[in-house]
C-alpha cells in the first residue's frame, strides 16, 4: 500500500511539473485566453520557475524515506493544491479542481503514510 500511494505522489506530482511546463510554451492553457499578454506571459513564467523544482522535488523526496521533513513539504504541496482548487472553483474550471483534488489527495496520503 506504502509503494502505491508513493508512486500516485510522484504521479501526481510529475504532472503539475509537466503542466508547468506546458504553459511555458503556451502560456494560453493557464489562462484559457485568446490573446495572451505580456503580464500573462510574466505570471507563466513566474509559476513555472516555481512549479517545475517544486513538483520534482515532492516526487522524489518520498524515495529517500520518510520522517518530519518529509511529511511537512508533502503537507506544504498539499495546501498548495488546496489553493489551486478554491482558485479554480472561482473560474469554474474543472480539470483543473480535479487534477488539483488529486495531487492534494496524493500528497496528504502519501505524507501521513511515510510518518
Not at 68 to 96: P, Y
Request: include cysteine; glycine fraction near 8%; proline fraction near 3%.
Amino acid at each position: 500500500m506504502t509503494t502505491t500511494i508513493v508512486w500516485f505522489n510522484l504521479i501526481a506530482s510529475l504532472a503539475s511539473a509537466a503542466w508547468a511546463a506546458v504553459t511555458l510554451f503556451r502560456p494560453a492553457t493557464l489562462s484559457n485566453s485568446r490573446q495572451v499578454t505580456a503580464g500573462e506571459e510574466f505570471y507563466v513564467r513566474m509559476y513555472a520557475a516555481r512549479a517545475l523544482p517544486f513538483g520534482l522535488a515532492i516526487g522524489a523526496l518520498p524515495f529517500w524515506g520518510g520522517g518530519v521533513a518529509v511529511m511537512s513539504i508533502l503537507i506544504a504541496a498539499a495546501f498548495v493544491q488546496i489553493a489551486d482548487i478554491f482558485i479554480a472553483v472561482q473560474r469554474k474550471n474543472l480539470r483543473m479542481i480535479g487534477g488539483a483534488a488529486a495531487g492534494a489527495i496524493a500528497h496528504l496520503a502519501c505524507a501521513f503514510v511515510l510518518y
